[in-house]
Structures are given as structure tokens and as C-alpha cells.
């Protein structure tokens, strides 16, 4: 079992930067593929980034890519996603995301609003 936790969010203005924090406990951390997803009001929850386990790799949806960074600190259990130059578009719960094989665990989530 993998227990996830986020912080950092909250509120923001256009053009601000927040970031978010998911750490994880239950397994090894360096094991598990790590992603960030996110859903705004009345939306499906949709992806956001990923990196791998060893943190070589990142991929982003189209929407964020270049204005927010994922990384991990496996020693520390820790994923993160720094989130720059944020847009109203952007609020949303966001929420860290581990796999495992076909084994997917979800940290509860936390609120970011972006005001104009």
C-alpha cells in the first residue's frame, strides 16, 4: 500500500507560481512512476506530467509544458511540480499520482486557484 500527501497549493494570481508537494510513504519510492493529474470544476480529471522512477524522464500535457516542472527526490520520498507563470485555466484539485505494475495509488488531492 502507498500512501500519497499533498501541500503547497492554494491561491494565486495570473502569472504567480506555486508549487506543489506529494510525499510518499509504504513502499519503496524510488519504484513507483510518479505523475500529477488535476480536475477543475465540473471537468474530468485529466493528466498533467509524469516522470519516470529514476527522474531521467518527464513528459507534460500540451497545456502546461513550459510552465511547469516535475521532479523527485527519491532519498526523500518527495515528488514535486513547480508550477510558473500560472493562468486562471489552471485551477483546479490537483493530485500525485504512483504506479506500480498495474497498481495505481491517489493522494486525496489539493485545491489551486489562479485568479485573474
Known amino acids: 500500500q502507498v500512501e500519497l500527501v499533498e501541500s503547497g497549493g492554494g491561491l494565486a494570481q495570473a502569472g504567480e507560481s506555486l508549487r506543489l508537494t506529494c510525499v510518499s510513504s509504504g513502499r519503496s519510492f524510488s519504484a513507483l512512476a510518479m505523475n500529477w493529474w488535476r480536475q477543475a470544476p465540473g471537468k474530468e480529471r485529466e493528466f498533467v506530467a509524469l516522470?519516470?522512477?529514476?527522474?531521467?524522464?518527464?513528459y507534460y500535457t500540451d497545456s502546461v509544458r513550459g510552465r511547469f516542472t516535475i521532479s523527485r527526490v527519491n532519498a526523500e520520498n518527495t515528488l514535486y511540480l513547480q508550477m510558473d507563470d500560472l493562468k486562471p485555466e489552471d485551477t483546479a484539485v490537483y493530485f500525485c499520482?504512483?504506479?506500480?505494475?498495474?497498481?495505481?495509488?491517489w493522494g486525496k488531492g489539493i485545491n489551486v486557484t489562479v485568479s485573474s
Open positions: 499520482n504512483a504506479r506500480e505494475g498495474g497498481v495505481s495509488y
Open positions: 516522470i519516470d522512477r529514476n527522474g531521467r524522464n518527464t
